[in-house]
């Protein structure tokens, strides 16, 4: 390493990767015993906040592909946590709601993860947490132009 080249840990963007490993690991550990993983969790979560939301729709949200949500989705509606349309209610999309049991799970599950982000920020300001959500904002949308 050069002289002038700073180290990987004051590297915005390996911090931005070290926490969100952390994030991801706290999450799997307090969703597993609920039978639930963090992708299933986001898809829910999604759900309860656009009900009747397309499986295209959900895998823009959760970041993934529509082949990795349409497995989520399949095993989701196999334990009876969400239920999609028999018939589109417009073009070709099947509609996905929850369903109450998967409302109740969902409702656990925040809480846990309510629990993990406070955790997370709890060495942060009100005024920090505010400027840290905007920073990540403005970063987002500079690498999305």
Same mark, same amino acid.
């Given at each position: 390493? %050069?002289?002038?080249? $700073?180290?990987?840990? %004051?590297?915005?963007?390996? +911090?931005?990767?070290?926490?969100?490993?952390?994030?991801?690991?706290?999450?799997?550990?307090?969703?597993?015993?609920?039978?639930?993983?963090?992708?299933?969790?986001? *898809?829910?979560?999604? @759900?309860?906040?656009? $009900?009747?939301?397309?499986?295209?729709? @959900?895998? !823009?949200?959760?970041?993934?592909?529509?082949?990795?949500?349409?497995?989520? @989705?399949?095993?989701?509606?196999?334990?009876?946590?969400?239920?999609?349309?028999? !018939? $589109?209610?417009?073009?070709?999309?099947?509609?996905?709601?929850?369903? $109450? /049991?998967?409302?109740?799970?969902?409702?656990?599950?925040?809480? +846990?993860?309510?629990?993990?982000?406070?955790?997370?920020?709890?060495?942060?300001?009100?005024?920090?947490?505010?400027?840290?959500?905007?920073?990540?904002?403005? *970063?987002?949308?500079?690498?999305? /132009?």
């Amino acid at each position: 390493m %050069n002289q002038g080249e $700073p180290g990987l840990e %004051n590297l915005v963007g390996y +911090r931005l990767k070290q926490t969100r490993a952390a994030l991801r690991s706290r999450m799997d550990e307090a969703l597993h015993p609920l039978g639930l993983t963090t992708p299933q969790y986001v *898809c829910l979560e999604l @759900l309860a906040r656009t $009900p009747g939301t397309s499986s295209s729709e @959900l895998a !823009r949200s959760a970041f993934v592909t529509r082949q990795t949500m349409s497995a989520l @989705l399949r095993g989701l509606q196999s334990r009876g946590l969400v239920a999609r349309a028999e !018939r $589109p209610s417009g073009g070709r999309a099947l509609p996905v709601v929850l369903t $109450p /049991d998967g409302r109740r799970l969902l409702d656990l599950a925040s809480e +846990r993860i309510g629990e993990i982000e406070q955790r997370m920020v709890s060495g942060l300001t009100v005024g920090q947490r505010r400027a840290l959500h905007e920073a990540l904002v403005r *970063c987002a949308e500079a690498l999305e /132009d």
